[in-house]
């Protein structure tokens, strides 16, 4: 069963981590509009400029890290809910709940020291001072958390109507949208507060963001989010239909 769990979280991580390449310039440009405020296409003419194409992926390798490891979350996390949790839960909001918490802890757990490493890399120069995990965490772990419901809610759709292939990615692209704009204040936190040049906390940094931006500034980055978390979803979604169909859960 061990060996089943470690199998199907690295099946997930390569899935993720291959994602995680093909994205990552989505994931730089989302970082410096979120850090700088400024229009995407200034941030495309003025990296051109300074360092070309390249500059676009000199994340790409903690990012890449980071997918891996918050895709084998995912497939420890189902095992996890598959064979302990799913027998004594029957209750489809509290399945969301549990299935939520987990997932976004393990996640948090096993990724965010390469999430971390992975925004320092794409911030550059406008890193001012060491990032502290411990400061990041928490924005971190709600953001994952409250996440997981739209991947949740997805599978639990496709599982309980028995929806096509094609259906379950519609409504998994659907639900990342939603989902990305309720989250995406944690993660502009997480993204201001990676290097700057005091450690503030969730609620500082939130206030300060209202204070000298404006409640505006916490959704910067929307679409190149979603572009992100729908990408992801759908493969989430094509993961979870290639193990049931190898395993033969259903």
């Known amino acids: 069963m061990l060996g089943e769990a470690l199998l199907q979280g690295i099946f997930f991580g390569v899935v993720g981590s291959i994602a995680a390449i093909i994205l990552s310039p989505v994931q730089f ?3 410096m509009r979120q850090e700088l405020g400024e229009s995407y296409t200034h941030i495309i003419s ?3 400029s300074k360092g ?7 994340g790409t390798l903690p990012y890449a890290m980071m997918n ?14 598959y064979y302990i949790f799913k027998s004594l839960i029957q209750n489809i909001p509290f399945i969301i709940l549990i299935r939520s918490t ?8 096993l990724s965010i020291y390469s999430e971390v490493q992975e925004i320092e890399r794409n911030k550059g120069e406008l890193i001012v001072t060491k990032s502290s995990i411990s400061v990041q965490f928490l924005p971190i772990l709600l ?3 409250f996440f997981w419901c739209s991947t949740v809610l997805t599978v639990l759709i496709v599982e309980i109507y028995k929806l096509s292939f094609l259906n379950g990615i519609f409504l998994g692209m659907l639900l990342g949208m939603i989902f990305s704009f309720i989250t995406l204040p944690f993660d502009v936190i997480a993204t201001n507060i990676c290097g700057a040049s005091h450690h503030a906390n969730l609620l500082s940094r939130f206030k300060f963001i209202l204070k000298e931006k404006s409640i505006y500034a916490l959704f910067t980055g929307f679409w190149m989010r979603s572009i992100q978390i729908s990408c992801y979803t759908a493969f989430t979604v094509l993961s979870v239909m290639l193990i049931d169909f190898i395993f033969h859960r259903y």
């Not at 070309?52 to 000199?58: A, T």
């Not at 918050?70 to 809910?81: D, H, I, N, P, T």
């Open 52 to 58: 070309g194409v390249r500059i676009f992926f000199r």
């Open 143 to 145: 953001r994952n958390s």
């Open 68 to 81: 891996f490891m918050s895709s084998l979350a995912f497939g420890l996390s189902e095992y996890l809910y």
């Open 46 to 48: 003025h990296y051109l």
């Open 102 to 109: 987990i997932g976004g802890f393990i996640e948090t757990v």
């Open 29 to 31: 440009l989302k970082i």
